[in-house]
């Protein structure tokens, strides 16, 4: 038995790693079946790892916000809160182009979904372990002190939104966030 459990755990994270590719490479329509195929499982092993294409998505969500959330802490005793703060700006901001598709699913408002209030959870963990850094930056006078951590993460949603069909959309992203960090950074 306790074979058994340690093979489901390398599927359940083999189906995620292959899950969180699929996403980049095809959006959030990303196949279930090819996922299964690709990570070398049955289709079966996938839905009873995750249920709903929207269990799957929320669990390669998941995993990328606890990604961003470590990197703030990391980030937050740098010297510099301005370099800090758009150091991770940069980071949400690739991460948001490379998973096609994400945005949009994230900017839907589902009536009754049970999975909402894991997407609700991710967003208050993001915003949680951000913070710090937002209002260091604030304090030292590198952002405007009106600027909330939802109007950073709505920036790079729309950014990661208006490039998505882009050729370049990482590239593409980049430049968007540059063209915004000068409009939250005060006048000098």
């Known amino acids: 038995m306790p074979v058994q459990r340690a093979d489901a755990r390398r599927n359940y994270a083999r189906i995620l790693a292959v899950a969180e590719e699929e996403v980049a490479a095809h959006g959030a329509d990303a196949s279930l079946e090819q996922i299964a195929r690709t990570a070398g499982v049955g289709s079966a092993t996938v839905r009873r790892h995750f249920p709903s294409r929207g269990a799957l998505l929320q669990a390669v969500f998941h995993e990328r916000i606890e990604h961003l959330c470590a990197r703030a802490r990391d980030l937050a005793g740098a010297a510099d809160s301005r370099a800090a703060l758009l150091e991770w700006l940069a980071a949400l901001t690739a991460y948001a182009a490379s998973a096609r598709g994400m945005a ?85």
């Open 104 to 188: 949009a699913v994230l900017t839907q408002e589902p009536a009754g979904d049970p999975d909402e209030g894991h997407v609700d959870a991710c967003a208050a963990r993001l915003a949680e372990a951000v913070d710090p850094l937002l209002r260091r930056a604030a304090q030292d006078g590198a952002v405007t002190p009106d600027v909330t951590v939802a109007d950073l993460v709505t920036l790079v949603t729309g950014i990661a939104l208006a490039t998505e069909h882009h050729p370049d959309p990482a590239g593409e992203a980049d430049r968007l966030l540059a063209l915004t960090v000068a409009g939250i950074s005060p006048q000098r």
